[in-house]
């Protein structure tokens, strides 16, 4: 459906995901949910967040070890189709335009020049692929 919409376009990259081992369970069954959004800040929206460099999702603040030292990060499938640069007031995209309201953006981004993250709205956007656990 996306590429139909955005035919040309990358529709879909494989990003990161931090995460805590409490919520492996939750996300490897059931996938990734917006109503946990919020926990670790809001800046582009109530979304899902997902970085481009595995890094990114490694910081502490994202994936916190567990009490061995592992810490977890997901690498997702994610639908990103059309973007536009995210602000903390989202809770679904934008419409890409305001004034006939017929379509939305696909998910926003934090900068458009050096896209550090991508957020999206819809849970059935991103597909946890692969499970990473690791000792730093």
């Given at each position: 459906m996306v590429d139909q919409k955005?035919?040309?376009?990358?529709?879909?990259?494989h990003l990161y995901h931090g995460t805590t081992v409490d919520n492996i369970c939750?996300?490897?069954?059931g996938g990734f949910n917006r109503t946990y959004c919020g926990k670790n800040g809001t800046v582009c929206?109530?979304?899902t967040y997902f970085a481009v460099k595995s890094h990114y999702s490694c910081n502490d603040k994202y994936?916190?070890?567990?009490?061995?030292?592992?810490?977890?990060?997901?690498?997702?499938?994610v639908i990103i189709g059309r973007y536009c640069k995210g602000d903390q007031s989202l809770r679904e995209p934008p419409y890409i335009n305001a004034q006939t309201k017929e379509q939305r953006?696909?998910?926003?981004?934090?900068n458009i020049q050096a896209i550090t993250y991508f957020v999206v709205f819809h849970d059935d956007h991103a597909y946890p692929e692969y499970l990473i656990k690791f000792k730093p």
């Open positions: 955005n035919p040309g376009l990358e529709n879909i990259r939750n996300i490897s069954h929206g109530y979304g994936s916190a070890p567990d009490k061995d030292g592992y810490k977890c990060v997901y690498q997702a499938a953006y696909d998910s926003v981004v934090d």
